[in-house]
Nanobody, 121 residues
Framework: QVQLVESGGGLVQPGGSLRLSCVAS????????MGWYRQAPGKERELVAD???????NYADSLKGRFTISRDNAKNTVYLQMSSLKPEDTAVYYC???????????????WGKGTLVTVSS
């Protein structure tokens, strides 16, 4: 139906920057909202940011000013630009999409497998 593939994760030093990408593919009619979530070891998965089809964004309060979410509707892609990274940002980052697929007339949520971001010296 819908597959989400994240990329761009890796090892960065504190204060550095990293850009994540997520590409959606499959029998997609429309992608409504897209977003990024993360889960650190031993912690609950939490919202990082999401973005609507019209570009309206929402961020976790603690991350405003450091992270920027954007999307390219023509490419079915969502991005997460991360700056001033801290060790506390270390987590698996997951992509989420609310998409309408062939054969259905309402949106459903789909998740990627995640990409690991490690912030360390």
């Amino acid at each position: 139906q819908v597959q989400l593939v994240e990329s761009g994760g890796g090892l960065v030093q504190p204060g550095g920057s990293l850009r994540l990408s997520c590409v959606a593919s499959g029998s997609i009619l429309t992608i409504n909202a897209m977003g990024w979530y993360r889960q650190a070891p031993g912690k609950e998965r939490e919202l990082v940011a999401d973005i609507g089809y019209d570009g309206r964004t929402n961020y976790a309060d603690s991350l405003k000013g450091r992270f920027t979410i954007s999307r390219d509707n023509a490419k079915n892609t969502v991005y997460l630009q991360m700056s001033s990274l801290k060790p506390e940002d270390t987590a698996v980052y997951y992509c989420k999409a609310d998409a309408v697929v062939s054969g259905l007339y309402h949106g459903m949520n789909f998740w990627g497998k995640g990409t690991l971001v490690t912030v360390s010296s």
